[in-house]
Structure formats: C-alpha cells, structure tokens
Nanobody, 127 residues
Framework: QVQLVESGGGLVQAGGSLRLSCAASGRTFSSYNMGWFRQAPGKEREFVAAISWSGGRTYYADSVKGRFTISRDNAKNTVYLQINSLKPEDTAVYYC????????????????????WGQGTQVTVST
C-alpha cells in the first residue's frame, strides 16, 4: 500500500503561482507512474498531468499545457505540480495519485488508471 500526502495549496490571486507537493510512502515510489487530478465544486474529477516512473515522460491535459509542470524527485519520494498564471477556473481540490504497476509504459489519464489517492489540497484563485 502507498500513502500520499499533498501540500502547497492555498488562496492566490489570478496570475499567481503555486507549487503543490505530494509525498509518498514506500520504498518502490521510483518504480511508479504518478498523476495529478483536480475536482472543482459540482464537477467531476478531471485529469491534470502525469509523469512516468523515471520522470522522463510527462503528459498534460490540454487545459493546463504551458502553465502547469509536473516533476518528481525520486530521492525524496515526492512529485510536484508547478502551477503558473493561475486562473479562477483552476480553483479546485488537487489530488495526486499513484499507478502501482511497476515500470508501466503507459501514462494514465483516467481515474481508474490509478490505485491510491491522497486526501487532496485546496487551491483557490481569486480575481
């Protein structure tokens, strides 16, 4: 089992930036693909970004390309989401998730591609 803890959310003005972190437990973090999703009030959870186990491949939702950057530090068992040029429509709870298929060649973009989830961190963007 893998435990995930997100942090870094908060209230920020439109145009600002945040860096979200997701700390994972377990010795095999470096073999797992990771993803970020978000859920706005009254909406379904949506895919944001994914990163391969090595960090060599990334994949983004069209809505965040050019503004969001996913990265990871396997030595720290942590995955990050850098969010720039924040917009009010980015307001949501952001979740990280892990795909526990070791060394998977597929970067998932659907919720059921992932096995464990964090509790989420709130990002609120004001105008």
């Amino acid at each position: 089992q893998v435990q995930l803890v997100e942090s870094g959310g908060g209230l920020v003005q439109a145009g600002g930036s945040l860096r979200l972190s997701c700390a994972a437990s377990g010795r095999t973090f470096s073999s797992y693909n990771m993803g970020w999703f978000r859920q706005a009030p009254g909406k379904e959870r949506e895919f944001v970004a994914a990163i391969s186990w090595s960090g060599g491949r990334t994949y983004y939702a069209d809505s965040v390309k050019g503004r969001f950057t996913i990265s990871r530090d396997n030595a720290k068992n942590t995955v990050y989401l850098q969010i720039n040029s924040l917009k009010p429509e980015d307001t949501a709870v952001y979740y990280c998730a892990v795909d526990t298929s070791p060394y998977s060649g597929s970067l998932g973009y659907r919720a059921h591609d992932y096995d464990y989830w964090g509790q989420g961190t709130q990002v609120t963007v004001s105008t």
